[in-house]
């Protein structure tokens, strides 16, 4: 359902950055973490939660669309030189009539 808010308020905001992360991708994440399953079966359940998180927000009229930040493990992750994989492809998508 297309939003029904006003398309020019006196400011300018665009959502930006992670999302809520779906309860089977945190499910999986864990199972992941845990060494339970391997990154080829996490990786699937990631696209699936970025095709939806992308829908949500193209559905809302969003002009700004973010992939939810879903394949990060953490923003902080970089920084504490961890070498576990990281999952970082963050994208910013902006529909045809941006």
């Given amino acids: 359902m297309a939003s029904t808010a ?3 308020p ?3 905001a665009e959502h930006l950055g992670s999302l809520l992360r779906p ?3 945190l499910t999986k994440r864990n199972a992941f973490e845990a060494g339970k399953i391997s990154q080829a079966e996490l990786s699937p359940v990631e696209d699936e939660a970025v095709k939806k ?3 949500m927000q193209t559905d809302l009229g969003y002009r700004a669309i973010s992939d ?3 394949r990060y493990v953490s923003y902080l992750l970089p920084q504490q030189g961890t070498s576990k994989a990281c999952f970082f492809s963050h994208h910013l998508i902006l529909p045809p009539a941006y």
């Fill in 10 to 12: 006196p400011f300018r």
């Fill in 6 to 8: 006003p398309r020019s």
């Fill in 68 to 70: 939810g930040e879903y």
């Fill in 23 to 25: 309860k089977e991708l």
């Fill in 53 to 55: 998180t992308v829908k």
